[in-house]
């Protein structure tokens, strides 16, 4: 069973930053391709950005030059760095994982909450 489990939302102010870290756990889990979706009130949830294993990495145009996705294989850690950080960038945000084999976004972790206010 694969677990994701992440960690690091919270309250910053415009301009501040934040680094979200997610946990893969699982026998059955290869760790392949790693992303970081969010989800604000009453919109769909989007892909922020993407890391294959190969460090590879994926953004979305919204927050090319602010975020930054990383990954430790040996660790099965996964991290999204975030800078200048905008009320838009309010959120709940999710790891995910993408099963090749189903082609699909196959597991998720729990979302944690990002907030970007003054």
């Known amino acids: 069973q694969v677990q994701l489990v992440e960690s690091g939302g919270g309250l910053v102010q415009p301009g501040g930053s934040l680094r979200l870290s997610c946990a893969a756990s699982g026998s059955s889990f290869s760790f392949g391709v790693m992303g970081w979706y969010r989800q604000a009130p009453g919109k769909q949830r989007d892909l922020v950005a993407s890391?294959?294993?190969?460090?590879?990495?994926n953004y979305a145009d919204s927050v090319k030059g602010r975020f930054t996705i990383s990954r430790d294989n040996a660790k099965r850690t996964v991290h999204l760095q975030m800078r200048n950080l905008k009320p838009e960038d309010t959120a709940v945000y999710y790891c995910?994982?993408?099963?090749?084999?189903?082609?699909?976004?196959?597991?998720w972790g729990q979302g944690t909450q990002v907030t970007v206010s003054s």
């Open positions: 995910a994982t993408y099963v090749g084999s189903s082609a699909r976004w196959e597991y």
């Open positions: 890391i294959t294993y190969g460090g590879t990495t």
